[in-house]
């Protein structure tokens, strides 16, 4: 198919269409800076543009600084030796900025990110609003938010930047290995001797359900045969209470205590986080079941709150830390290197053992 049949099988404006096509070849590096772009000549004849099709294509692309125009010679892609600010911009998700429940989380995560930015003489802002966004702000954007949010800034092919905790073909992306924790966390039961594992999660999002099925992955490799009713999927929080998180794991467990959990025989459960997983221990201690006495309860994330629970609540430990140093190591690679390639980076995650697990056998 040649460009021209590709650009008039997309619905899209043709000069989106063009747009995308030359912007992502100067991003994967297939056109490097200094490369000399098509003539409105070669336009029309390589694509059917006509002229003013291919100045809204390279007036978009010299806007954010992906080309720039060189008088009487043409357009080229731009180089990388643009004055710098010194400063990446810091993108938060609506629901983190409202929420209380998560500062363990968010202060680690923060730490590491000042940590690399002093390391390499770089300010880190916080981006409230759209000017923040414009290349003469901020040199990339650290993106701990939605991906559907980060689409919608429109800027994620336009400026350097670095997707936190989602997995995004078309993004860079720094995350943990969400299936594999709940895959170790699980494994760790089972050899505790626990045969019946409950798992309880939002329902839709991306993250929990690969939490999800970590669990149920290490469930079926151990050759226990899963009961779909083990694996408890609930709509997702409301952003809009004090501690969410902790009012969802209490009022989802308090209706499951009231749907048939007794009749399951589960003798662990894991559960979606650490601030979930206390709301669930105390739904089951208000209902009189013992933690870890006769259910044992395993969260995820890690963070110091496991030591203020009663019992010291067992998790899988996020490398919060570290995913903030990443994040900025990569993002800053991007900055002085040029466009390059979207990848994933998954950093391992590992077990903070406390005392809300004890052997099934020690179960009443």
């Known amino acids: 198919m040649t460009p021209k049949q590709a650009a008039s099988n997309n619905s899209q404006p043709k000069y989106l269409q063009i747009y995308h096509l030359m912007e992502e070849q100067i991003r994967n590096g297939t056109l490097k800076p200094g ?13 059917g543009a006509m002229p003013t099709t291919a100045e809204r294509v390279y007036a978009r692309l010299e806007k954010e600084n992906l ?9 080229f892609v731009a180089s990388r030796e643009r004055s710098l600010t010194g400063t990446i911009g810091l993108v938060l998700h609506s ?16 730490d590491g ?6 390391e390499n003489h770089t300010e880190i802002l916080l981006v409230e609003d759209e000017d923040a966004l414009r290349p003469d702000k901020t040199d990339g954007l650290i993106l701990y938010c939605d991906k559907l949010e980060a689409y919608a800034l429109g800027i994620t092919s336009a400026m350097p930047h670095v997707l936190l905790f989602q997995n995004a073909d078309d993004l860079t992306c720094v995350t943990v290995d969400d299936f594999g924790g709940t895959k170790l966390a699980t494994r760790h039961l089972i050899e505790q001797g626990h045969q ?5 999660t939002e329902e839709l999002l991306e993250v929990p359900t690969q939490r999800r099925a970590g669990c149920r992955a290490a469930l079926e490799e151990a050759g226990i045969t899963v009961d ?11 952003s809009n209470v004090n501690s969410p998180y902790l009012d969802w794991g209490r009022k989802q467990m308090q209706a499951w205590l009231a749907d048939g959990w007794q009749d399951l025989g589960c003798t662990a459960i894991v559960v979606q986080n650490d601030i979930a997983a206390i709301g669930v221990m105390q739904a089951l201690q208000e209902h009189g079941i013992a933690v870890p006495e006769q259910v044992s309860v395993v969260g995820f994330d890690g963070t110091d709150i496991c ?3 009663y019992p010291r609540l067992s998790s899988v430990q996020v490398p919060l830390y570290q995913v903030g140093q990443e994040a900025v190591r990569t993002l800053l690679g991007q900055i002085h290197n040029g466009p390059q390639a979207p990848r994933n980076i998954t950093l391992p995650v590992s077990l903070r053992h406390g005392n809300s697990v004890v052997p099934a056998a020690a179960i009443l």
Do not use: H
């Not at 080309?67 to 357009?75: A, D, K, Y």
């Not at 408890?232 to 929080?237: A, D, F, G, L, P």
């Open 67 to 75: 080309v720039e125009r060189r008088p009487r010679r043409g357009v």
């Open 113 to 118: 990110i000042r940590a690399a930015c002093r």
């Open 228 to 238: 779909a009713r083990w694996l408890r999927q609930c709509k997702k929080i409301d």
């Open 95 to 110: 629901a983190s900025r409202q929420s209380t429940s998560n500062e363990l989380r968010m202060q680690l995560l923060l």
């Open 35 to 47: 490369d000399q772009l098509p003539s409105f000549t070669d336009l029309r004849e390589k694509y």
């Open 307 to 309: 030591d203020l629970a």
């Open 196 to 200: 019946r594992i409950a798992c309880l």
